[in-house]
């Protein structure tokens, strides 16, 4: 048995010319979400904790809803799963995470 020599490794970047960034629109809304939760997280560093965390399951659940109308081919880096377990698990963190925010008592400093 002869072993065949395997094939050069190419100098450089190995990415198709012209490539856009985000290549999907799901990538675009991702990074979207992305944003918000960084800013949510930036809310609740400086003070209002609810709110953050309602801007955090808004986030969530804006993912969900994009991720629901989106084929799996543009969903982009929504896609984890099959699709409607995305939603679900999307959502579902979301709603928890506002009626959370909605229903911890304050504390006594």
């Not at 991702?30 to 953050?52: E, H, K, N, Q």
Request: glycine fraction near 12%.
């Amino acid at each position: 048995m002869t072993e065949e020599e395997p094939e050069p490794i190419p100098d450089g970047p190995v990415e198709e010319e012209g490539r856009r960034y985000p290549s999907t629109i799901g990538g675009a809304f991702y990074l979207v979400v992305l944003a918000v939760v960084a800013i949510s997280i930036g809310i609740v560093t400086t003070g209002d904790w609810r709110l953050g965390v309602r801007w955090f399951g808004g986030a969530l659940i804006f993912a969900a809803l994009v991720r629901a109308v989106l084929p799996a081919k543009d969903a982009g880096m929504l896609a984890v799963r099959r699709r409607w377990w995305d939603c679900l698990l999307l959502a579902g963190t979301g709603v928890a995470l506002i009626l959370l925010a909605g229903s911890i008592p304050d504390q006594p400093l």
